[in-house]
């Protein structure tokens, strides 16, 4: 009886019905994204790459993630096959056995030949409550925040400490994950176009669900840093992987970076 209300308690606790605590990511923390993994050395989105970001101690593991026929997530860029896997068509018409058999590491070199697309339980699996989530909805259908977060409960992810941050483009994405919970921090993704023209409007209403925008960060400058701090919005720039850019990104003053190289970024902003 007592481990059934243990139990319970913590389901509750976790799902967030009976705690009001409210958790943001640490404001004034910079934070190092390892985008697709540490994509600069082995194939984006693959445990090599995800390895590789975990031992070079990235903030982050970034995943973005899209869903397959039979309703699992999956760890993949573009909701359509890469022509690089020999495989075409939308990821969404493919079952997880067929999905496995697509090889997604030979193109990058024969060391990675026989890469698997990953479902975003192995990569929990792997690493477990031991590192950090950034989680983006790709093309979210129907679901797709449901799986995402039931997957979240299972392994037993803090959500109430930042381990994981849901990032999308798409903003009914992002309200439907905040009614699921709303301890989770979510980053409202602009391209360049909509953050060049982001009026204080836009901000406004963005500030009303995210705690910050990923920007493209060939439109990011001061001011603009400067703008969705004074809006209460974290900025987090994508993708950097030239060291300038870099050290241009951190005299901004923005609060993540997503690079393909967290080592160099980690080297960079440790000595900052
Ligand atoms: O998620 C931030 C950045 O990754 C968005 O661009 O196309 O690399 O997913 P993309
Ligand atoms: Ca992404």
Same mark, same amino acid.
């Given at each position: 009886m007592k481990v059934a209300v243990l139990l319970l308690l913590s389901f509750l606790i976790v799902t967030n019905l009976v705690s009001g605590e409210e958790i943001k990511i640490k404001k004034g923390e910079f934070i190092t994204i390892a985008h697709r993994g540490a994509s600069a050395y082995a194939p984006e989105h693959t445990m090599q790459s995800y390895n590789l970001a975990k031992e070079m101690n990235a903030d982050y593991l =970034? *995943?973005?993630?899209q869903m397959t026929k039979d309703g699992i997530p999956v760890a993949y860029h573009d909701d359509k096959l890469n022509k690089k896997t020999g495989w075409t068509g939308e990821i969404e018409k493919y079952t997880l056995e067929e999905i496995k058999q697509i090889d997604i590491g030979k193109w990058f070199g024969t060391d990675f030949e026989g890469a698997e *697309?990953?479902? /975003?339980a192995e990569i929990f699996d792997r690493f477990g409550t031991n590192t950090n989530y %950034? *989680? =983006?909805?790709k093309k979210p259908k129907q679901g797709t925040e449901e799986a995402i977060f039931d997957l979240l409960v299972k392994y037993q992810l803090n /959500? +109430? $400490?930042?381990q994981v941050i849901i990032q999308s483009f798409s903003e009914s994405s992002l309200l439907t994950m905040k009614k699921l919970n709303d301890n989770i921090p979510l980053i409202k993704l602009l391209n360049s =176009?909509?953050?060049? $023209? !982001?009026?204080?409007? &836009? !901000? &406004?209403e963005i500030e009303s669900y995210a705690d910050g925008i990923g920007v493209d960060y060939r439109v990011v400058d001061k001011d603009f840093v400067e703008k969705a701090h004074g809006n209460n919005l974290l900025v987090h720039a %994508?993708?950097?992987? =030239? *060291?300038?850019?870099?050290?241009?990104?951190?005299? +901004?003053?923005?609060?993540g970076i997503f690079t393909n190289k967290p080592d160099v970024l980690l080297k960079l902003s440790s000595s900052n």
């Amino acid at each position: 009886m007592k481990v059934a209300v243990l139990l319970l308690l913590s389901f509750l606790i976790v799902t967030n019905l009976v705690s009001g605590e409210e958790i943001k990511i640490k404001k004034g923390e910079f934070i190092t994204i390892a985008h697709r993994g540490a994509s600069a050395y082995a194939p984006e989105h693959t445990m090599q790459s995800y390895n590789l970001a975990k031992e070079m101690n990235a903030d982050y593991l =970034e *995943i973005d993630v899209q869903m397959t026929k039979d309703g699992i997530p999956v760890a993949y860029h573009d909701d359509k096959l890469n022509k690089k896997t020999g495989w075409t068509g939308e990821i969404e018409k493919y079952t997880l056995e067929e999905i496995k058999q697509i090889d997604i590491g030979k193109w990058f070199g024969t060391d990675f030949e026989g890469a698997e *697309i990953l479902t /975003l339980a192995e990569i929990f699996d792997r690493f477990g409550t031991n590192t950090n989530y %950034y *989680i =983006e909805t790709k093309k979210p259908k129907q679901g797709t925040e449901e799986a995402i977060f039931d997957l979240l409960v299972k392994y037993q992810l803090n /959500l +109430f $400490n930042g381990q994981v941050i849901i990032q999308s483009f798409s903003e009914s994405s992002l309200l439907t994950m905040k009614k699921l919970n709303d301890n989770i921090p979510l980053i409202k993704l602009l391209n360049s =176009e909509s953050a060049t $023209n !982001l009026t204080d409007h &836009k !901000l &406004k209403e963005i500030e009303s669900y995210a705690d910050g925008i990923g920007v493209d960060y060939r439109v990011v400058d001061k001011d603009f840093v400067e703008k969705a701090h004074g809006n209460n919005l974290l900025v987090h720039a %994508y993708t950097v992987n =030239e *060291i300038n850019s870099m050290k241009r990104m951190l005299t +901004f003053n923005v609060d993540g970076i997503f690079t393909n190289k967290p080592d160099v970024l980690l080297k960079l902003s440790s000595s900052n």
